[in-house]
């Protein structure tokens, strides 16, 4: 079923705030409380030192509300000119963010092609095991054997310098539907496996993140009885909350059905891998407007972490400037009122408007086997969007700036032995998109659009 046909049955946003007690919620913080507040949700929330703090109910862990998503590491080059993990930059950002507060560090065996668990092992075991959580993944997408699987639970402890893992999560469940679920963890044993390790404590907390349509998301809460997951990771942000795109499920609805379980959602991709927080310049102008201290991409975090069930909002912090605007958004975090919620449903149907692709940059698709740097190209077109530099003839009025302001961007941000051109449509890429981006047709598009750009003869 699509993610549109869910809209008639979830309850209306108002309705649904006041039952998962948000108006409590915002009352507690407004008040400026230091312990938690008192709500009908599962989750309770505080704040510390400045950082506002939400409560595992399942075992009282006290998480900041701010998470940091250790995919998008800040890289250099080595000597043999490959990308390796800039480890120095690494460690100033993970003592900056733990002396402000922040405890839980979300990595996967997969994430900087297998360079994340260790760089962010090296980081933290310069700090106390007890003054952070560790979240870590199953990834086991191309080889869901047993004795693979095995081997990369196992490598992840190894890596991340651990006997025990806090949140474990069964990576992107979803894609491949619920076949592809019981291929990769239940008919391999693996699921009843994890049970077991939890039960022993080397794992403390089972969950799960998604990216699928609802019938594959309602098999997983029917799993709920036998398996009780203790967190799941979604996908929310004042777009995705109810116009998700592609095989996507609107948050809207995978919120509510962890809310009505009393399931803590970790949330990922706030800010839509990015494109939240570069918006076209029009729709930029007006969040400014609305409040002018604060960034834009600042509304996006404030809305993951209105709802009072969300335990955790990670972010993929490449800089220290990055991490210093949501260190300011969440110490403490401002909840949105319903007028700033139905002003970011209005910014969400504009933004629905622009035909950027749903490209998160989450780099799953690489490395391609043809050398193409897919996430760079599909990121500079929707930059190129959002700005206004894509025009769809050659009559257009800034026809001859956007064409130069195209194709001079695009040199510079692809190499030219990595750009669209170079695809052969061989589809190595697709099964591994949780967006569900037909990646070989875009890049066929894009590079398309670039030769007519170059040729000067679009029509």
Excluded at 150 to 158: A, H, I, P, V
Excluded at 178 to 185: D, G
Excluded at 195 to 208: D, T, V
Excluded at 334 to 353: I, S
Aim: net charge negative; proline share 4%; with cysteine.
């Amino acid at each position: 079923m699509n993610s549109k046909d869910n809209t008639a049955k979830v309850i209306g946003r108002r309705d649904f705030l006041k039952s998962a007690g948000l108006s409590a919620l915002t009352l507690g913080l407004a008040a400026g409380c230091s312990g938690a507040a008192t709500t009908s949700s599962a989750v309770t929330s505080g704040t510390e030192g400045g950082m506002t703090y939400r409560t595992n109910p399942g075992n009282g862990d006290k998480v900041s509300i701010l998470g940091y998503g250790c995919m998008r590491w800040p890289m250099t080059r080595n000597q043999d000119g490959k990308d390796v993990v800039d480890q120095d930059a690494v460690n100033r950002l993970v003592d900056y963010a733990i002396e402000h507060g922040v405890n839980y560090f979300d990595t996967a065996p997969v994430y900087l092609q297998g360079q994340s668990e260790k760089a962010t092992a090296v980081a933290l075991a310069r700090h106390p095991r007890e003054s952070y959580f560790i979240a870590t993944k199953l990834s086991n997408f191309s080889n869901w054997t047993r004795e693979n699987s095995m081997l990369m639970y196992r490598k992840s402890f190894e890596n991340l310098q651990t006997d025990y893992i806090d949140y474990y999560l069964l990576h992107s469940i979803g894609g491949g539907g619920i076949k592809h679920f019981n291929e990769r963890y239940v008919d391999n044993g693996m699921l009843d496996f994890l049970m077991e390790e939890r039960k022993k404590g080397k794992i403390r907390n089972l969950g799960f993140s998604f990216h699928g349509n609802k019938e594959c998301f309602d098999y997983m809460m029917g799993l709920h009885e036998t398996v009780h997951w203790d967190f799941v990771q979604i996908q929310l942000n004042y777009v995705d909350w109810r116009h998700a795109t592609g095989n996507n499920t609107d948050a809207e609805y995978l919120y509510s059905e962890l809310h009505k379980r009393g399931i803590p959602s970790v949330i990922m991709e706030p800010l839509l891998g990015g494109r939240l927080s570069k918006v076209p310049d029009h729709v930029a102008e007006t969040l400014k407007t609305r409040n002018p201290g604060e960034s834009v991409a600042s509304w996006a975090f404030r809305f993951a972490g209105t709802y009072p069930d969300v335990l955790c909002v990670l972010s993929g912090m490449t800089y220290m400037e990055h991490l210093q605007d949501n260190l300011k958004t969440y110490s403490p975090l401002r909840l949105l009122d319903e007028q700033e919620l139905e002003f970011l449903e209005e910014t969400a149907q504009l933004m629905m408007k622009y035909p950027t692709i749903p490209c998160n940059d989450c780099k799953y698709c690489m490395p391609c086997p043809y050398g193409i740097d897919i996430p760079a190209i599909l990121l500079h077109y929707n930059k190129c969007v959002n700005e206004g530099n894509v025009v769809r003839a050659a009559s257009d009025e800034n026809y001859r700036k956007s064409r130069k302001a195209f194709l001079v961007g695009y040199d510079r941000a692809v190499e030219k032995l990595r750009q669209a051109d170079h695809c052969i449509g061989c589809n190595t890429c697709v099964s591994h998109c949780p967006q569900n981006i037909k990646i070989p047709m875009e890049l066929q598009r894009i590079n398309a659009y670039v030769e007519h750009l170059k040729q000067d003869n679009l029509e």
